[in-house]
C-alpha cells in the first residue's frame, strides 16, 4: 500500500518529491565529479604523497573500477532490499569514504580510500533511474531525466576546473585534501534530504539475486576497465592487451549466461531484452562513444593546457569556464529545440562542438601555442554549448521507448555503460595519439576527437524522434494503469 506520502511524491507535484529529486542531483553531483576532479590535483597529491606511477593510476582509475564493477550488482540489490534503504547506505559509505581520502597519510591508503568510494558511488548511481521513475509520472520523465543528464555531464566537466581551483586557493592550508572534504557537507545534505523525503516503496515481491551473473559481470568489467587503464597508462603491451581479449571471452559467456537466465526466467542481472527497442540499442552505442570523447577531450586538455602550454591548475580552470558556461546554456535550451526540430538538434549540437575542436586546433598551431584567453572565450563557449546541448536530451530519449519495470532494470545498465566508454575512450584516443605530450600529439589527439564526434553525430540520427504530445499521451496510457 502507498502510503500519502509516497502517493504525492509519484505526482510529481509535491515538494516533498523534488527534495527528493534534490537529494538524487546532490549524489550524481558527487559521484559523477570525482570521476574527474584527481585530475588537475594529482601533480599535488603525487608530491605530498609520493605515489608511483601505479599508485598514481589507481588514484585516478581505482575509483571508476570498484564504480563500474559495483554498479550492475548494486542495482539489484537495491531492488530486493528497497531502493531508499539502499541509497541512504550509499551515501554514507561515500562521505565516509571521502572523508578517508580527505584523510589519508600515504598513497597505498589513497588507493584504498578511493576504492571504497568507488563502491559507494556505484551503490548510490544504481538506484537513481529507478528512483526518479518511481517518484514521477511519465509524463515528468523527460524534463527530470534531462536535469539528472546535464547534472552528471556537468559534474564530470566541473571537475577539473574545481580541482584546480581548490588546489590552488589552498582553503585553510587543506591543498589537494579540500577536493575530497568538500563531499562532507555535500553528503550530509543528502542523507537529509533522502531520509526526510524520499518514498518509495520496497518491491512486492523478493527480486533473485542472480550471483553467477554478478560474478562474470564483475570479473569481465574489473579485466576490461582494468586492461584500458593499463595500456592508457603504459601502451598497447602485450599482458593488457591479452587481458582486453579475455575479457570479451569472459563477456561473450556473461551474455550467454544473461540468455539463458532470461528464458528461465530466474532474474537476470542484464535485462538483454532492453536491447529490443530501439531508442535504447541505439542510445546505449551513442553514449558509449560520447562518454569515451568527453572524458577522453578532458584529459586531452588538461594536458594540453599544464603539461605541453604550461599553464598553471588555476589558469587552466578560468580557460575552460567558458566552456562550462555554454554546456549550461546548451542544457537549459536543448529540450525546447529538440521539441522543435527533434534528433537532429543532438547531430547538430555534435557538429557545432567538433568544429570549435578543430577552430582551437587551427589556432594553436597558428600561434605556437601563444593562447589569447579573451580571444577564445566565445568558440571554447560554442563548443561547450554544442557539447550541453546534445549530452542533455540523450538520455531522456534513449529510455523514453520503455516502460517503468524496464527503466528499473536499466537503473544499473545505463551508468555501467557509461563507465565502458569512459574507459575506452582513455584507452583508445589518449594511448593512440597523445603519448609524447607535446603541441603537434594534442593536434592530433583533439582532431581525432572532432572526427569521431562528427562519425557520432551521424549515428546520432538513427535515434527515434521524441514523441509528439498526442501520441505520447497514448504511450503513457498503459504504463499508468
Same mark, same amino acid.
Do not use: K
Given at each position: $500500500?502507498?502510503?500519502?506520502?509516497?502517493?504525492?511524491?509519484?505526482?510529481?507535484?509535491?515538494?516533498?518529491?523534488?527534495?527528493?529529486?534534490?537529494?538524487?542531483?546532490?549524489?550524481?553531483?558527487?559521484?559523477?565529479?570525482?570521476?574527474?576532479?584527481?585530475?588537475?590535483?594529482?601533480?599535488?597529491?603525487?608530491?605530498?604523497?609520493?605515489?608511483?606511477?601505479?599508485?598514481?593510476?589507481?588514484?585516478?582509475?581505482?575509483?571508476?573500477?570498484?564504480?563500474?564493477?559495483?554498479?550492475?550488482?548494486? %542495482?539489484?540489490?537495491?531492488? #530486493?532490499?528497497?531502493?531508499? #534503504?539502499?541509497?541512504?547506505?550509499?551515501?554514507?559509505?561515500?562521505?565516509?569514504?571521502?572523508?578517508?581520502?580527505?584523510?589519508?597519510?600515504?598513497?597505498?591508503?589513497?588507493?584504498?580510500?578511493?576504492?571504497?568510494?568507488?563502491? *559507494?558511488?556505484?551503490? $548510490?548511481?544504481?538506484?537513481?533511474?529507478?528512483?526518479?521513475?518511481?517518484?514521477?509520472?511519465?509524463?515528468?520523465?523527460?524534463?527530470?531525466?534531462?536535469?539528472?543528464?546535464?547534472?552528471?555531464?556537468?559534474?564530470?566537466? !566541473?571537475?577539473?576546473?574545481?580541482?584546480?581551483?581548490?588546489?590552488?586557493?589552498?582553503?585553510?592550508? !587543506?591543498?589537494?585534501?579540500?577536493?575530497?572534504?568538500?563531499?562532507?557537507?555535500?553528503?550530509?545534505?543528502?542523507?537529509?534530504?533522502?531520509?526526510?523525503?524520499?518514498?518509495?516503496?520496497?518491491?512486492?515481491?523478493?527480486?533473485?539475486?542472480?550471483?553467477?551473473?554478478? @560474478?562474470?559481470?564483475?570479473?569481465?568489467?574489473?579485466?576490461?576497465?582494468?586492461?584500458?587503464?593499463?595500456?592508457?597508462?603504459?601502451?598497447?603491451?602485450?599482458?593488457?592487451?591479452?587481458? @582486453?581479449?579475455?575479457?570479451?571471452?569472459?563477456?561473450?559467456?556473461?551474455?550467454?549466461?544473461?540468455?539463458? *537466465?532470461?528464458?528461465?526466467?530466474?532474474?537476470?542481472?542484464?535485462?538483454?531484452?532492453?536491447?529490443?527497442?530501439?531508442?535504447? %540499442?541505439?542510445?546505449?552505442? @551513442?553514449?558509449?562513444?560520447?562518454?569515451?570523447?568527453?572524458?577522453?577531450?578532458?584529459?586531452?586538455?588538461?594536458?594540453?593546457?599544464?603539461?605541453?602550454?604550461?599553464?598553471?591548475?588555476?589558469?587552466?580552470?578560468?580557460?575552460?569556464?567558458?566552456?562550462?558556461?555554454?554546456?549550461?546554456?546548451?542544457?537549459?535550451?536543448?529540450?525546447? !529545440?529538440?521539441?522543435?526540430?527533434?534528433?537532429?538538434?543532438?547531430?547538430?549540437?555534435?557538429?557545432?562542438?567538433?568544429?570549435?575542436?578543430?577552430?582551437?586546433?587551427?589556432?594553436?598551431?597558428?600561434?605556437?601555442?601563444?593562447?589569447?584567453?579573451?580571444?577564445? %572565450? *566565445?568558440?571554447?563557449?560554442?563548443?561547450?554549448?554544442?557539447?550541453?546541448?546534445?549530452?542533455?536530451?540523450?538520455?531522456?530519449?534513449?529510455?523514453?521507448?520503455?516502460?517503468?519495470?524496464? $527503466?528499473?532494470?536499466?537503473?544499473?545498465?545505463?551508468?555501467?555503460?557509461?563507465?565502458?566508454?569512459?574507459?575506452?575512450?582513455?584507452?583508445?584516443?589518449?594511448?593512440?595519439?597523445?603519448?609524447?605530450?607535446?603541441?603537434?600529439?594534442?593536434?592530433? $589527439?583533439?582532431?581525432?576527437?572532432?572526427?569521431?564526434?562528427?562519425?557520432?553525430?551521424?549515428?546520432?540520427?538513427?535515434?527515434?524522434?521524441? %514523441?509528439?504530445?498526442?501520441?505520447?499521451?497514448?504511450?503513457?496510457?498503459?504504463?499508468?494503469?
Amino acid at each position: $500500500m502507498i502510503n500519502g506520502a509516497t502517493a504525492d511524491a509519484r505526482t510529481g507535484t509535491g515538494a516533498g518529491a523534488w527534495a527528493a529529486f534534490a537529494g538524487c542531483l546532490l549524489s550524481v553531483f558527487m559521484q559523477m565529479i570525482d570521476v574527474t576532479i584527481v585530475n588537475t590535483a594529482l601533480p599535488e597529491i603525487t608530491a605530498d604523497l609520493h605515489a608511483s606511477s601505479a599508485q598514481q593510476l589507481l588514484i585516478v582509475s581505482g575509483y571508476s573500477l570498484a564504480f563500474a564493477c559495483t554498479l550492475l550488482a548494486a %542495482a539489484r540489490l537495491g531492488a #530486493r532490499i528497497g531502493r531508499r #534503504r539502499m541509497f541512504l547506505f550509499a551515501v554514507v559509505a561515500f562521505t565516509a569514504a571521502s572523508v578517508w581520502c580527505g584523510t589519508a597519510g600515504s598513497a597505498g591508503e589513497l588507493v584504498l580510500a578511493r576504492i571504497v568510494q568507488g563502491v *559507494a558511488g556505484g551503490g $548510490m548511481a544504481a538506484q537513481t533511474i529507478a528512483i526518479l521513475t518511481a517518484l514521477f509520472p511519465r509524463r515528468m520523465h523527460t524534463q527530470v531525466f534531462a536535469l539528472y543528464g546535464a547534472t552528471s555531464g556537468f559534474a564530470g566537466l !566541473l571537475g577539473p576546473i574545481l580541482g584546480g581551483t581548490l588546489v590552488t586557493a589552498d582553503i585553510g592550508g !587543506l591543498g589537494w585534501h579540500s577536493i575530497f572534504l568538500m563531499n562532507l557537507p555535500l553528503g550530509v545534505v543528502t542523507f537529509v534530504l533522502a531520509w526526510r523525503f524520499l518514498r518509495v516503496e520496497t518491491p512486492p515481491r523478493r527480486v533473485p539475486m542472480d550471483f553467477p551473473g554478478v @560474478v562474470l559481470c564483475a570479473v569481465t568489467l574489473f579485466a576490461l576497465l582494468y586492461a584500458l587503464s593499463e595500456i592508457h597508462l603504459h601502451g598497447w603491451r602485450p599482458i593488457p592487451c591479452l587481458i @582486453v581479449v579475455v575479457a570479451l571471452g569472459l563477456g561473450a559467456l556473461t551474455l550467454l549466461h544473461e540468455r539463458a *537466465a532470461t528464458r528461465r526466467d530466474t532474474g537476470p542481472l542484464v535485462r538483454l531484452d532492453l536491447f529490443a527497442d530501439r531508442g535504447f %540499442a541505439v542510445g546505449s552505442i @551513442v553514449i558509449t562513444g560520447f562518454f569515451g570523447l568527453f572524458t577522453a577531450f578532458v584529459f586531452a586538455i588538461s594536458i594540453t593546457l599544464q603539461n605541453v602550454l604550461e599553464f598553471s591548475a588555476l589558469r587552466t580552470g578560468i580557460a575552460m569556464t567558458p566552456f562550462a558556461l555554454g554546456a549550461g546554456a546548451g542544457a537549459l535550451l536543448s529540450p525546447i !529545440l529538440v521539441r522543435r526540430w527533434g534528433v537532429r538538434v543532438l547531430a547538430g549540437g555534435l557538429v557545432l562542438y567538433a568544429a570549435c575542436v578543430l577552430v582551437g586546433v587551427v589556432y594553436v598551431n597558428i600561434t605556437g601555442g601563444q593562447v589569447n584567453m579573451l580571444l577564445c %572565450a *566565445a568558440p571554447v563557449f560554442l563548443c561547450g554549448f554544442g557539447a550541453g546541448v546534445f549530452a542533455v536530451p540523450l538520455q531522456p530519449l534513449m529510455l523514453s521507448g520503455l516502460d517503468d519495470a524496464q $527503466m528499473a532494470e536499466a537503473s544499473g545498465l545505463v551508468p555501467t555503460i557509461e563507465q565502458i566508454g569512459n574507459g575506452v575512450g582513455l584507452a583508445l584516443l589518449a594511448t593512440a595519439f597523445f603519448r609524447a605530450h607535446t603541441l603537434g600529439g594534442s593536434t592530433v $589527439m583533439l582532431s581525432a576527437i572532432a572526427v569521431l564526434a562528427l562519425v557520432l553525430a551521424a549515428v546520432t540520427l538513427a535515434l527515434p524522434e521524441p %514523441a509528439t504530445p498526442d501520441n505520447s499521451a497514448t504511450a503513457r496510457a498503459p504504463a499508468m494503469n
